[in-house]
């Protein structure tokens, strides 16, 4: 098995040949700091509404290779987080955000088509299973509000026999499926957009990491260790990056890292447990197992039930984490047992901004200069790029649908995480209690009060842990 940084989609896409980094001065109308998904497709949508706009984005390592290339590739809608959005933004307000965020799979399948991005785009739909029986009944309010909500064909409830149809484990019960879901290969789609702006112009700089931004009177100042962007305007989309030292959002984003591992070509077992539709697949838990299939027969398993990190400093274990992954490794084969003597070929990482709604925030900076976005909690495939729409129509001073979308909020709104080092031990206690706990249950035993006790803590205090 190959244990790598970077794991099996961006190895198998095949990065392309670098940019130069930053050198010296460069003035433009907007900077970008970031180059994963949100920064791309904001660059994107920027440049398609004002041709002319000078652009530039800066990445701090290879553009498309950070968390956005090794992912799961789950290009989801927002319809799975309605009751919570309901909750927070009003019927109203949850109905347009998940019906943009709905309008955003379907576009990332047509920008690959016209485009001639072959990123594996398969719009399959998404199945929520349960594993335990504690699990049992959890999606199904979510699924009811939709209903209610008066969204037709979106949401089904699925007894243990219709779960079984789609695919047949031993470990899945009942479940809930979302018709507006779609796969992709997640570098091969960052690689695609990164030739897009090239195409179009945009001034993409590799390996400059940013080592600060002044948001001064007049004008914005990006400076990395070769150089410096003076922009009118600039977009903070560096994603766990945000919980370090200078970010003005580091009070409000936790950082945990999610582990995956990817099998040999395994057509035969696909078959025989008839998950044959290509759906994307994930379980109830708070620390979530998620799974799809690739066009060659592969089983692509993740977890996330990786590490806090603390003051966002990884230390390589978000992207390197053997004792995480042979817990992945147990797990892949509890769920399909027709995978034993079948050869693991990749295992990777990679570090997830969470925010304590568990839902993505797009927030203006104070200077007004610019935006920020965080907290896609590991589901930013299919959102990131509705967030690139907002913030480009924001920028732009663009009264349409997407400048005016609620997830569109002040920083004032956002809830506050504990400062370090309570951030770490207390997010790495509670944890390992929800592991422990969940880890239990889904051996039909009890996990023990003080356990338990340490797991609900999130709720009690506000925080949302899995979806």
Not at 323 to 342: C, M, T
Not at 413 to 425: D, G, H, K, S, Y
């Amino acid at each position: 098995m190959i244990h790598s940084a970077h794991g099996y989609w961006i190895d198998e896409a095949g990065p392309p040949a670098p940019t130069p980094p930053l050198s010296g001065d460069l003035d433009v109308d907007v900077a970008i700091v970031g180059g994963g998904f949100t920064g791309m497709w904001t660059a994107w949508h920027l440049s398609g509404a004002e041709p002319d706009l000078r652009i530039a984005l800066v990445e701090s390592h290879r553009i498309g290779c950070g968390p956005s290339g090794r992912n799961g590739g789950f290009v989801d809608s927002m319809w799975v987080t309605f009751e919570k959005m309901k909750q927070r933004y009003g019927l109203p307000g949850a109905l347009r955000l998940a019906r943009a965020s709905e309008d955003s799979v379907r576009q990332i399948g047509e920008f690959c088509e016209e485009q001639g991005v072959d990123a594996w785009y398969r719009r399959a739909g998404y199945l929520n299973v349960s594993t335990s029986p504690t699990q049992d009944g959890i999606g199904v309010a979510n699924a009811r509000a939709v209903s209610e909500a008066g969204v037709e064909g979106e949401v089904s409830i699925l007894d243990p026999g219709r779960v079984a149809e789609v695919c047949d484990s031993p470990r899945f019960r009942g479940g809930v499926f979302y018709e507006s879901a779609a796969t992709v290969q997640p570098a091969r789609l960052g690689f695609g957009i990164r030739a897009a702006l090239l195409d179009r112009g945009v001034r993409l700089f590799e390996s400059s990491p940013v080592t600060r931004v002044e948001d001064g009177p007049d004008r914005v100042v990006v400076r990395t260790g070769g150089g410096r962007v003076i922009a009118d305007q600039v977009v903070l989309a560096s994603g766990p990056a945000l919980a370090g030292r200078g970010s003005p959002i580091r009070n409000s984003v936790t950082i945990a890292s999610s582990h995956m591992v990817i099998t040999e070509p395994v057509p035969e077992v696909i078959d025989e447990i008839g998950w044959t539709g290509g759906e994307a697949i994930s379980d109830f838990r708070s620390l979530l197992a998620y799974f799809r299939t690739t066009p060659d027969g592969r089983i692509a398993f993740g977890w996330g039930g990786g590490r806090i990190a603390a003051g966002g400093r990884r230390f390589g274990r978000a992207e390197i984490d053997p004792e995480v992954v042979e817990q992945v490794q147990v797990s892949l084969r509890e769920y399909f047992p027709g995978l034993a003597g079948k050869r693991i070929e990749h295992a990777w990482g990679g570090p997830i901004d969470a925010s304590a709604t568990h839902l993505p925030h797009v927030v203006r900076l104070s200077s007004g200069r610019g935006y920020t976005a965080f907290g896609y909690t590991g589901n930013g495939v299919g959102p990131s790029q509705m967030v690139g729409r907002c913030i480009a129509s924001s920028l732009l001073g663009r009264q349409d649908e997407y400048s005016s979308l609620p997830i569109i909020e002040p920083a004032s709104a956002l809830t506050r995480v504990p400062p370090e080092p309570f951030r770490w031990i207390g997010g790495t206690i509670i944890r390992e209690a929800i592991g422990r706990k969940e880890q239990a249950e889904s051996q039909g035993r009890s996990a023990g009060a003080l356990v338990s006790a340490f797991a609900a803590v999130p709720e009690l205090i506000g925080f949302h842990i899995g979806r």
